[in-house]
């Protein structure tokens, strides 16, 4: 499916997912959010604008409602989106995807699931500890002490992986149990 396009007031053809990106980017950064990322899908004959806020202790759903009213009246009001559409607001989750460079740098050093455009010795997902140069490359070392770089034009998507048993497992990568007491009270 072809992204929406519109005329910019330039004259310039933009995408709506973009569109939106630079109006709601002001609105986030005065509430104290940080934008990470706008989506722009079709689930049957609804277009859904889906839009993904973070900050320091992660967001509320009182902060998701009241950033979905404002984005929403700047969007009207700018008549953003021809037609009708529905606007998700929400936190980016705990499989927060990775869309920048920075935030590449900034998550260095957790698993993550990481794929590419193009396939790379017969593959192209892979999965492990997320590695940053500093520069417009990412890497990931995966379980087996390799590392594989890519330049960050290659990365079709990359997502934060977390194991919600990790703390649990013993050193044999089993959970560990608990123990029940037996018997009845005493």
Request: glycine share 10%; proline share 5%.
């Amino acid at each position: 499916m072809r992204p929406l396009r519109f005329l910019s007031y330039a004259g310039a053809k933009v995408e709506v997912r973009e569109e939106v990106r630079q109006l709601a980017t002001p609105l986030a950064e005065e509430d104290g959010f940080e934008l990470v990322d706008v989506e722009q899908t079709s689930v049957g004959r609804h277009r859904v604008i889906r839009v993904f806020l973070d900050k320091p202790g992660g967001v509320s759903l009182g902060d998701c409602s009241r950033f979905s009213r404002r984005l929403g009246d700047c969007l009207d009001m700018n008549q953003t989106i021809p037609g009708s559409y529905h606007l998700e607001v929400s936190s980016p989750g705990l499989d927060r995807p990775i869309r920048t460079i920075e935030h590449v740098q900034r998550y260095a050093g957790q698993r993550v699931t990481l794929a590419t455009h193009e396939p790379r010795d017969g593959r192209r997902r892979w999965e492990g500890l997320m590695l940053s140069a500093g520069d417009d490359r990412v890497g990931v070392r995966t379980d087996e002490e390799e590392e594989h770089w890519f330049e960050w034009a290659e990365v079709k998507s990359a997502r934060l992986v977390v194991d919600p048993w990790e703390g649990l497992r013993n050193t044999t990568g089993r959970t560990a149990a608990k123990k029940k007491p037996r018997g009845g009270a005493r």
